[in-house]
């Protein structure tokens, strides 16, 4: 195929590749632990031979070679000539790695043989070459189709003793019509890339000079690829065996062909009997055309042509601009609503609502489609926890939970590095050595638990760890060393507020090895990019007894529900995720502690903030006698503020649109959005303020 035509179908594979290599890796994983588990073998073997297949027919050999390398390897231990063994499993995994690094820079336009891999193509040929383990017994052997892989179950005499009565039947019944049958033994080149497409190639060549009355494996296994090389056809015709072995021979990739006539015991054969009858018997089997279509059905599904998909692959960009253009439709709905309740015209009101429900639908499942699970960025982490592991000689456990929670793409696609951060500080500084957690009076395996839920309109994810926790005298002290605190602030802190300062900027150490924690070695840019998206970071620890990360995060970056409120002359937006009430509050139940302003809202202190003072909105506030006031919940602890403003404008859904790069550092402020009016209002954060 030319280069052009290829390059209709490179974002297909990319796409297919990265699931396949995704796959590979869990089940690597898995069959690490469960080294005897033949399923998952022979499932790794099929996913390598698919992806093996992908890359051959799009020509990247490279990638093609190293992945064949590891099939010979599989074809190994599927057989039981060889035990799996970690260090096999390492292999497998730099060959995984290795593939995941062509893949890339194939998506960046260079191309698979930049990557380096004949060490690793080395490495598998002599282990393939030279297995030192013990061989596993004939019962611990797997099996594919009716046999061990490569094993034809049909012998080449032809003796038909692997027909069943009813397949006998068939043959007599060809006899009787003056039909030979013929059985048919195919192997196909070590070097064949797509075994099922030769397999099919067979099968349509001997289907059209006869009828198939059996093959050896299935035609399901043939499908499946479940072969090494070598499969069995038997064929009731009228032509010579020679017809066959001519045409077989002829199609490319196949090594070997052998024929013989299969003769049941007790009869003569077909050219030997007398007065046989030249019309084909009623009962000749209609088996060929139907394993035909079978094995032509399962290369169409194969190659992604499978009739009947319920599902499509959307370019993310596609969806980026579909969500744009459902923004600029809510704003300009919020718009029609303005002006109708401004003109008061009646006869809108009735054609408004439906375009109200219409557009809103329309949002929901825009909204719904830009959803995917935090498994996106959890099943990279199996991995991570595992090399890390072996690196640093401890044992760790990862136990994931509520991976199915879903997130919008573009949350996923920035969460991905923090939580790759937040779980290496964990590995590397939480959780203590076999050894010492022993000498602690804790299990020798240590447990990392990373979960997501959904809590309101948004999503909780939490890394526990049951390690070292941070040490908070160690932590003040180097925060004492590097002028982040005083001394009266440091000994003025709880235990709880020191383990915070690790989340200040310039918090770290160039120390490889410290007693402190390490948590705070880029931890502030951790809790920047979270709030960035509209989340908090929030950090628990004690000594001696774990660490928990708490990241709140919104369902979604771009129509949210706000609360409009007026401060001086603007309008501001405030998420209504962050909102827990609104109340007017008299003047005279305002009461001051220290210098600050509170009042009491059942029964609670509620400290007040006025944001026209820290906003910095020119003027005096008026002097009334009901004070408007947004309560928020903010913080690690949730804690409740409540912002005094001017006015409640109302609740709107609204489109976040960016500052731009010059005001992306502004404190307080999350964003913009367009009004029904046209105006512009700036969305508060109200965790920064």
């Known amino acids: 195929m030319a280069d052009m035509d290829m390059n209709q179908y490179m974002g297909a594979f990319l796409d297919e590749a990265g699931d396949n290599l995704a796959h590979l890796n869990e089940l690597l994983l898995s069959a690490e632990q469960n080294q005897s588990d033949m399923d998952i073998i022979n499932e790794i073997f099929r996913v390598a031979h698919t992806f093996k297949g992908m890359s051959a027919t799009m020509g990247f050999q490279t990638m ?4 064949h390398s590891m099939e010979d390897l599989l074809g190994l231990v599927r057989s039981g000539t060889l035990l799996l063994t970690s260090n ?11 593939l995941t690094a062509m893949v890339d820079s194939i998506r960046r336009g260079g191309a698979d043989q930049d990557v380096p891999s004949d060490d690793l193509i080395g490495i598998l040929h002599a282990r393939r070459d030279n297995p030192s383990d013990e061989p596993a017994s004939k019962k611990d052997a797997p099996v594919a189709g009716h046999g061990a892989p490569g094993q034809a179950c049909g012998d080449a005499s032809g003796d038909a003793d692997q027909l069943t009565d009813q397949e006998r039947g068939w043959v007599t019944s060809a006899n009787d019509a003056g039909m030979q049958v013929y059985e048919l033994k195919v192997t196909l080149d070590e070097s064949c890339m797509l075994r099922a497409a030769r397999a099919f190639m067979v099968v349509t060549a001997v ?3 006869g009828d198939i009355i059996k093959s050896e494996p299935s035609v399901e296994d043939l499908e499946k690829e479940a072969f090494e090389r070598t499969f069995v056809l038997y064929v009731a015709s009228g032509n010579p065996i020679e017809t066959f072995t001519e045409q077989i021979s002829k199609i490319g990739e ?20 007398k007065g046989a009858p030249e019309e084909p018997a009623a009962a000749a089997p209609q088996a060929p055309k139907d394993a035909a279509k079978q094995v032509q059905a399962a290369e169409h599904k194969q190659q992604g042509h499978q009739v009947g998909s319920r599902t499509v692959r959307v370019d993310i960009g596609r969806l980026d601009k579909l969500m744009n253009l459902v923004g600029e439709l809510v704003i300009g ?3 029609i609503e303005r002006l109708v309740q401004e003109s008061r015209l009646k006869a809108f009101q009735e054609p408004l609502s439906q375009l109200g429900r219409i557009s809103g639908d329309i949002q929901e499942l825009v909204t719904k489609l830009r959803m995917v699970p935090v498994s996106m960025v959890f099943d990279r982490l199996p991995r991570l926890v595992r090399d890390l592991s072996r690196q640093m000689s401890k044992d760790i456990q990862l136990m994931v939970e509520g991976a199915e929670t879903e997130l919008d793409r573009t949350v996923i696609d920035e969460i991905g590095d923090p939580m790759v951060h937040i779980l290496r500080n964990s590995l590397d500084h939480g959780i ?10 804790k299990p020798r395996q240590g447990t990392i638990t990373v979960a997501a839920y959904q809590e309101g309109n948004g999503v909780i994810i939490e890394v526990r760890d049951d390690g070292a926790g941070v040490n908070t005298e160690k932590v003040k002290q180097k925060a004492l060393e590097r002028g982040l605190v005083t001394q009266e602030q440091a000994a003025a802190m709880t235990e709880d507020e020191a383990v915070q300062l690790v989340m200040l900027p310039g918090f770290s150490t160039n120390d490889s090895i410290t007693e402190i924690s390490g948590r705070g070695v880029g931890t502030d840019a951790v809790k920047n990019k979270v709030e960035s998206l509209g989340g908090q970071f929030m950090m628990y620890s004690k000594f001696g007894g774990g660490t928990r990360v708490v990241i709140r995060l919104p369902l979604t970056l771009a129509i949210v529900l706000a609360l409009l409120i007026r401060v001086g002359d603007e309008t501001y937006a405030v998420s209504l995720e962050n909102v827990e009430e609104t109340l007017l509050v008299h003047k005279k139940n305002i009461k001051y502690v220290h210098g600050t302003p509170v009042t009491t809202v ?12 820290i906003i910095g909105t020119p003027g005096e506030r008026p002097d009334v006698d009901e004070n408007p006031v947004v309560v928020v919940r903010v913080g690690r602890d949730r804690s409740r503020v409540g912002f005094l403003v001017d006015a409640f404008v109302g609740q709107q859904e609204i489109v976040i649109k960016p500052l731009g790069k010059l005001l992306l550092k502004v404190k307080g402020i999350a964003g913009a959005t367009i009004l029904g ?4 209002a700036l969305i508060l954060d109200a965790a920064s303020l």
């Open 64 to 67: 093609a070679t190293l992945t």
């Open 88 to 98: 096999d499993v390492d292999v497998l995994f730099k060959c995984l790695d290795t």
């Open 207 to 209: 289907g059209d000079n």
């Open 254 to 273: 196949v090594a070997e062909v052998t024929g013989t006539e299969v003769i049941l015991p007790g009869e003569a054969s077909p050219a030997e009997a």
């Open 333 to 335: 709905r919020a718009r």
């Open 432 to 441: 203590e050595s076999p050894d010492e957690r022993e000498r602690a009076g």
């Open 602 to 613: 059942r029964g609670e202190i509620l400290p007040l903030s006025d944001l026209s003072a």
């Open 677 to 680: 009016d046209g105006n512009v």
